[in-house]
């Protein structure tokens, strides 16, 4: 087994059969793990995928209250944008294109620390940045930990059944797995730490940086437009924490190929460019997966790509010293072949479409 099969712990249901095929769990499997795996009076290792939760369910008062104190169309309106735009596009930013694929560069740790606290809080570092990685390495295959094949609640409840780092890791392999994390500027535990809380990050600090977090953007939004304004986006990101954990379900066309020729030219995986991702968010999944280290998706002249603004913004003001963009390798390996006919003809050739 390469480091990437044993990154991540396996569920209880087990990724494969004996036979190698993908095991698709029943929704009482799903939850059965789900809850178990919440359970930190089980252990204590249950930690991160439980705060996950909790901070979600933390940020559900403000939703309610949203609606029986607060509720306008123009505040819906401004928490709407708040969390399909600005979230959406600072994750693309953050957790995709830096943390994971390190497709940029900042040019000091301030311009790193104000991309990353730039919303509220709601998503692990850790928990989105190895699963990812095995994700690529694994679509749709056994072992991808939000496999689109095996359903959308296998997808929604991934983070907490699917995406803990593996507990058993040798002291070798836990010092090659943090380097996917080291870059981030979050607290790594030591490995005697990482044998007591099973994970990367530390509770304690984890806990702090979460409050920090929460507090500042709670006063920066009260000084603004008061408790209205601030219920309102405390509210539209747990809205949008609810939502991501559909995403990858949806972007890799709900298990099916949603593919189209001319749209989408990765054929390796189910992963399709989608409309609505990608305006809002700069998630334009099948260029990603064409592309991932690229700081731009946005390839073709129609398809806008908001993050990539920011980045571009920040790299002419100093605050990113480098970056990576393939647009032009997209242009000469995919597109213009595309346009000539010879990618098609090869496509076809090769099996991988299906009409």
């Not at 919440?38 to 309610?64: C, D, R, Y």
Request: with cysteine; proline share 4%; aromatic share 20%.
């Amino acid at each position: 087994m390469t480091l990437i099969d044993r990154m991540l712990d396996p569920p209880s249901y087990g990724w494969m059969d004996k036979k190698g095929e993908l095991i698709k769990p029943t929704p009482k499997q799903l939850f059965s793990e789900f809850f178990q795996r919440l359970n930190i009076f089980k252990t204590k290792k249950n930690w991160l995928g439980f705060l996950s939760w909790f901070w979600l369910l933390a940020i559900s008062p403000f939703f309610i209250l949203f609606f029986v104190k607060y509720f306008s169309w123009k505040l819906a309106l401004v928490g709407f944008l708040y969390s399909m735009v600005l979230m959406g596009s600072h994750a693309t930013i953050w957790y995709h294109r830096y943390s994971t694929h390190r497709a940029f560069r900042f040019k000091n740790v301030f311009w790193r620390f104000l991309t990353r606290n730039l919303v509220i809080k709601v998503i692990f570092e850790e928990a989105y940045v190895i699963s990812h990685h095995v994700h690529h390495t694994k679509s749709e295959r056994p072992g991808d930990p939000y496999n689109a094949l095996a359903g959308g609640l296998y997808c929604f409840l991934a983070d907490v059944n699917h995406q803990k780092i593996a507990q058993d890791l040798s002291e070798d392999d836990y010092h090659k797995v943090k380097g996917f994390l080291t870059h981030t500027g979050m607290y790594i535990n030591t490995y005697e730490e990482y044998q007591k809380w099973g994970s990367f990050a530390n509770p304690t600090r984890s806990v702090i940086y979460w409050i920090l977090n929460w507090s500042f953007w709670y006063l920066v939004f009260f000084l603004i437009g008061g408790h209205a304004l601030a219920f309102t986006l405390f509210a539209s990101a747990g809205v949008w924490a609810v939502g991501v954990r559909t995403f990858n379900f949806e972007g890799h066309g709900k298990g099916k190929d949603k593919r189209q020729e001319g749209i989408d030219f990765h054929w390796e995986d189910l992963s399709v460019n989608q409309i609505w991702p990608g305006y809002v968010a700069g998630e334009w999944h099948n260029n990603h997966h064409l592309f991932p280290r690229s700081a731009r998706n946005g390839f073709l002249p129609y398809q806008l790509d908001l993050p990539w603004c920011y980045i571009y913004l920040l790299h002419k003001i100093g605050g990113i010293s480098e970056f990576r963009n393939d647009h032009h390798l997209f242009l000469e390996k995919y597109y213009q072949p595309y346009k000539d006919g010879t990618i098609v003809k090869k496509v076809k050739s090769s099996g991988n479409i299906k009409h």
